[in-house]
């Protein structure tokens, strides 16, 4: 081993002895020599004298492991073999798996999601289940990873599963045949309104493979219901894969037209522009976002709001403006590493400054996320194509600001009672909403006796609930039922419509489009219904 660190040395220094051409550089080679030697003497010294014996390959991944997470950056990341596979995964939405989203909860590996038309959906498995056993593997204290390295593998090999469910005594054994899963990207695509007046919606979960191409069949089967105007929902979407982000882009601008670009620390600039006829080259749209919007969300996002494409309703996004280039590396290892940032248009970074401490993302600024209308006029200001004024600072600023309706305290308090003992509500309000969703019709309403039995058998599990902030959070818990329900017996694209009066920015952009025919019209009621707008007019 010390043989091999000593030859590996002298292979560096020779290669930063070779171009001695002036003296700034020969100092800048002296320093990275010298650097290098520290290096090696560590790797020397551990391999040598540290207590236990460590093998070559791991020492050299723990050091190449410690390089990248020193650099403080939570988007670069060495890749092991299986993480790399994982990553590719969840980045091209297909796989050979069983169908269901997992995610830690108290030591435990839960269900938080189950696929339709995928083989978990057809065994029964539930949101709120746990793993308790894959084959002969007992799951205690897993992660996620291990779990999913498990479940996963080649289509049409089998794997079993124990899942343990509250109210159950025994865990249920599960015989799965793997399939390959396609995760959508978009789940629906539904319209509000009457006939000859409908807004068209489609929400958009995440960017893979297909995103682009679902995108446009959703529109298309809108298009045919002769919408007067389509919503783009990028709320919750953290991204994905940037081919996808410049597809979906390029389906509502002009030949030409500056996508986004990336710039490197060295200056360079790659500026990606759209290509061909647009798809849909002049029905008015919206595009929701919120903070959870990221990554390729932001970048379609930027660019339709810099071109006057679309107008921009909601909070702020995230601002991840990071381009993260993956280098394939021998042994199959993999290092996903950030190499520039991404511009929209019209020269705003996306990038939102954050330092990354103890495992959270900490604001170089006072956070102004969740931000109003007089307080988004403090940031940066840029103009798009036509000279309306867009707003940098990190993220993309809408252009009208609408907040997600809030909690009353009361609300506030039951949540917090209930997020103490998450899978005993979760499986009691799952299996009651599963009973009520029997039979019901498409008019449904919740009745008082459904939260009057639903808090009975929560307290019947041991959940404490101060009775009082149930009887003042009425509203809060007629959703939960409401929405439950509904996805229940209808699917999500009922729930959806059904959750519509508790949605404010969907309702905010119908009530726009409703009032603009055309692109042009939607900016200019937009602007004039702003709470600015009215504030200035009123000085006047």
Do not use: C
């Amino acid at each position: 081993m010390s043989r091999m660190i000593r030859s590996r040395k002298f292979a560096l220094v020779s290669v930063v002895a070779l171009p001695l051409l002036a003296g700034g550089f020969m100092l800048q080679s002296r320093v990275r020599a010298g650097s290098q030697a520290l290096l090696d003497q560590v790797l020397q010294l551990v391999s040598e004298r540290y207590v236990d014996t460590l093998d070559t390959g791991q020492l050299y991944e723990k050091a190449a492991r410690g390089l990248v997470k020193e650099l403080n950056d939570p988007y670069s990341e060495l890749l092991a073999p299986k993480e790399l596979k994982a990553f590719t995964t969840n980045t091209g939405g297909r796989y050979g798996g069983i169908g269901m989203q997992i995610e830690p909860q108290q030591n435990q590996i839960v269900i938080s999601k189950v696929f339709p038309n995928t083989p978990a959906e057809a065994a029964g498995v539930r949101e709120g289940d746990h793993i308790v056993q894959i084959d002969t593997l007992r799951v205690v204290n897993w992660t996620t990873q291990q779990a999913q390295d498990q479940l996963m593998g080649t289509p049409g090999t089998k794997v079993t599963v124990k899942f343990a469910r509250p109210g159950v005594g025994t865990p249920i054994e599960v015989h799965f045949t793997r399939a390959v899963i396609h995760v959508p990207a978009v789940r629906y695509a539904i319209s509000f309104g009457a006939n000859g007046d409908r807004v068209g919606y489609v929400p958009l979960d995440r960017f893979n493979e297909t995103a682009a191409q679902e995108v446009q069949d959703a529109v298309r089967a809108l298009e045919k219901q002769n919408v007067r105007g389509i919503v783009l929902d990028f709320r919750g979407n953290p991204g994905g894969i940037l081919d996808q982000s410049l597809a979906i882009s390029n389906l509502f601008l002009k030949d030409g037209q500056e996508i986004a670009s990336i710039r490197a620390r060295n200056g360079d600039t790659q500026p990606y522009v759209a290509h061909g006829t647009p798809f849909v080259p002049a029905t008015p749209l919206v595009v929701l976002t919120d903070e959870y919007t990221a990554s390729a969300s932001e970048i379609v996002a930027g660019a339709l709001q810099d071109h006057d494409r679309a107008l921009i309703i909601g909070q702020t996004s995230f601002g991840k403006g990071l381009v993260q280039s993956v280098f394939n590396l021998d042994g199959g290892y993999a290092l996903k590493l950030t190499t520039a940032k991404w511009y929209t248009p019209s020269g705003r970074s996306i990038q939102k400054e954050r330092k990354f401490e103890n495992g959270h993302f900490v604001e170089a600024q006072p956070d102004t996320t969740a931000e109003t209308e007089s307080v988004k006029k403090t940031r940066p200001a840029y103009k798009s194509d036509a000279g309306r004024l867009v707003y940098g600072g990190g993220g993309i600023t809408p252009d009208v600001i609408v907040a997600d309706d809030t909690l009353t305290s009361a609300e506030q308090r039951l949540a917090k009672a209930l997020a103490a003992k998450q899978q005993d509500f979760y499986t009691t309000y799952y299996d009651y909403s599963l009973q009520l969703s029997k039979g019901i019709g498409t008019n449904f309403t919740v009745q008082p006796q459904w939260r009057d039995e639903l808090l009975r058998r929560l307290e019947a599990k041991g959940v404490t609930i101060d009775r009082k902030d149930w009887d003042a959070s009425a509203r809060y818990v007629n959703r939960l039922l409401e929405q439950r329900v509904a996805r229940f017996a209808f699917g999500d694209s009922t729930a959806k419509r059904r959750d519509l009066p508790y949605d404010a920015p969907l309702r905010r952009a119908i009530e726009l489009l409703d009032r603009g025919t055309t692109q042009k019209e939607l900016f200019a009621i937009a602007q004039a219904s702003s709470p600015m707008s009215t504030t200035q007019s009123k000085r006047q």
